[in-house]
């Protein structure tokens, strides 16, 4: 085992040009942890709040620098602790985590206890399974809060998103039917291509006409993934029986004329949401749509474009020695 590893690291927090590539120490495994050789990790939209410091304090713990961003990966177990018999090295595996306080995965190596780790399913790449943990498990667990039947009318707000277009796929799954409100036209495209059996443009669509013909009786819950003026106007169309899904941390938050309505939820990345996860995906198609691969010299470019227009996710090639 090596005892130093390149990673992309902050030594302050700041804008996009904070992030360097530096050599530090392998992170230390413990008895129940899994250590993993990184290939790929997954890049969000959270990735840029918590490099310019707006996570400091929100994990009950002092931040401390080097300071290495990443939620989410995939790559091949290096390691494992005394207690875990589920996972050997050479496993390919999939992992949701947070950075603080062991570090993230822009890292050749990230230390995950074996509670959030899971093997990747055979058919999917390492840049689909590097961005798939995080996003996937929130629109499961969207989709729990949701709780509708078979043949209930759902809306997806922000359904070409990171966690809108696996939504979209899980919904399907499920047997809704989907209304997705995407962005641009290539946000239509993905969602229609994933299945929706509607899909409107919520940048140039009237979106409440579009609900209006889809559901007449009202939609049977929803699912936002993006807050503001236009999520607020077509969430009224939710029948008072309907439930509204809103992960913490969706932004802008809900106004105070809708809170009441809302069911606030986090991301369960226990072992049995990812087992779950993994045998829904085993038996379907569903697949992370990855937009754009970057490579570690082009972080810089990649966090500038986490501000920009995507549809889907967008990767991170991890450094190599």
Same mark, same amino acid.
């Given at each position: 085992m090596p005892t130093t590893m390149? %990673?992309?690291?902050?030594?302050?927090?700041?804008?996009? !040009? /904070?992030? &360097?590539? &530096?050599?530090?120490?392998?992170?230390?495994? @413990?008895?129940?942890?899994?250590?993993?050789?990184? &290939?790929?990790?997954?890049?969000?939209?959270?990735?840029? /709040? /918590?490099?310019e410091g707006h996570y400091e304090g929100a994990f009950g713990v002092p931040s401390t620098f080097p300071y290495i961003l990443g939620w989410e990966g995939s790559g091949t177990v290096e390691a494992v602790g005394a207690e875990v018999t589920r996972f050997a090295p050479g496993d390919r595996v999939y992992a949701a985590s947070t950075p603080v306080p062991r570090g993230g995965f822009y890292a050749e190596y990230a230390v995950v206890d074996q509670e959030h780790v899971a093997p990747v399913p055979a058919r999917l790449t390492d840049e689909q399974a590097g961005v798939l943990a995080w996003d996937a498990l929130t629109a499961?667990?969207?989709?729990? !809060?949701?709780? %509708?039947?078979? @043949?209930?009318a759902v809306m997806i707000f922000g359904a070409s998103g990171g966690i809108g277009h696996l939504a979209v796929q899980l919904a399907k799954h499920r047997g809704l039917r989907v209304l997705a409100v995407a962005s641009g036209q290539d946000g239509v495209a993905l969602a229609s291509r994933l299945g929706a059996d509607a899909v409107v443009? @919520?940048?140039?669509?009237?979106v409440p006409a579009a609900i209006a013909r889809f559901a007449p009786d009202g939609l049977d819950g929803a699912l936002v993934t993006a807050g503001g003026t236009a999520a607020e106007?077509?969430?009224?169309?939710?029948?008072?029986?309907?439930?509204?899904?809103? %992960?913490?941390g969706v932004n802008p938050p809900p106004s105070a004329q809708l809170v009441d309505r809302v069911s606030f939820y986090d991301g369960d990345r226990s072992r049995a949401a990812l087992q779950r996860l993994n045998e829904v995906i085993e038996s379907s198609h569903i697949s992370p749509h990855v937009s754009r691969v970057f490579d570690a010299d082009e972080i810089a470019t990649a966090h500038r474009a986490l501000g920009e227009h995507y549809v889907g996710k967008l990767a991170l090639r991890v450094p190599r020695p």
């Open positions: 390149k %990673a992309l690291i902050l030594d302050r927090f700041g804008d996009e !040009t /904070e992030l &360097h590539e &530096h050599s530090v120490p392998v992170p230390t495994v @413990g008895d129940s942890d899994v250590l993993i050789r990184i &290939h790929v990790a997954g890049l969000g939209s959270w990735d840029r /709040e /918590e490099r499961t667990s969207g989709l729990d !809060t949701i709780d %509708a039947s078979p @043949g209930d443009d @919520g940048r140039s669509d009237d106007e077509a969430l009224s169309a939710v029948a008072p029986t309907g439930r509204i899904a809103w %992960a913490h």
